[in-house]
T-cell receptor
């Protein structure tokens, strides 16, 4: 069965600095990979996905993620963090052939002014 | 983009009552809907997966008779928490997916359920 690991519970960065939120995955076959963001008392908002093609995927709000097959990673990045980026971020993976999506434990990103 | 509406957003009720939560896909047909439960500062726990017109598939450890799921149409799924007790208090989130294989799930805004 597929699984996702987000090794950091918390990531703190200063506003204007680059940010990285890490994600590694395990799945049989080709993975479909996703990043979501959750603000307090809200559902999850879709940020970006990797299905196939270019390893660097660009998404909403200036976020991007790089798919690395050899390292089975899909780290989320942003060149310049904003205070408003502070939220809970979830990485998710599902196999190509079904809807069984698994989420990581989440990483709380705090961007300080 | 795809919009999923979840209602109500907040429920407070007495122990022993039943609570129904609705999840609607507003601008697409949701072949599959998912129900999650989220505890404070934790990830989402998948409770069940429902396909339109079929019985829901529950995850291990989730009581079918406690959490009744109905997915009667391609735009509506409901979760009913029967005879709710304080330990059922949680944040419940639904999501919906269409029948295109590589599309993301789209999430509702969640329902915070508080049982007194």
């Amino acid at each position: 069965a597929q699984s996702v690991a987000q090794p950091e519970d918390q990531v703190n960065v200063a506003e204007g600095n680059p940010l990285t939120v890490k994600c590694t995955y395990s799945v049989s076959g080709n993975p479909y990979l996703f990043w979501y963001v959750q603000y307090p008392n809200r559902g999850l908002q879709f940020l970006l996905k990797y299905i196939t093609g270019d390893n660097l995927v660009k998404g909403s709000y200036g976020f991007e993620a790089e798919f690395n097959k050899s390292q089975t990673s899909f780290h989320l990045k942003k060149p310049s963090a904003l205070v408003s980026d502070s939220a809970l971020y979830f990485c998710a993976v599902r196999p190509w052939n079904n809807n069984d999506m698994r989420f990581g434990a989440g990483t709380r990103l705090t961007v300080k002014p | 983009g795809a919009v999923v509406s979840q209602h109500p957003s907040w429920v407070i009720c007495k122990s022993g009552t039943s609570v129904k939560i609705e999840c609607r896909s507003l601008d697409f047909q949701a072949t599959t809907m998912f129900w999650y439960r989220q505890f404070p500062k934790q990830s989402l726990m998948l409770m069940a997966t429902s396909n339109e017109g079929s019985k829901a598939t529950y995850e291990q450890g989730v009581e079918k008779d406690k959490f009744l799921i109905n997915h009667a149409s391609l735009t509506l799924s409901t979760l009913t928490v029967t005879s709710a007790h304080p330990e059922d208090s949680s944040f419940y989130i639904c999501s919906a997916a269409g029948n295109t294989g590589n599309q993301p799930q789209h999430f509702g805004d969640g329902t915070r359920l508080s049982i007194l």
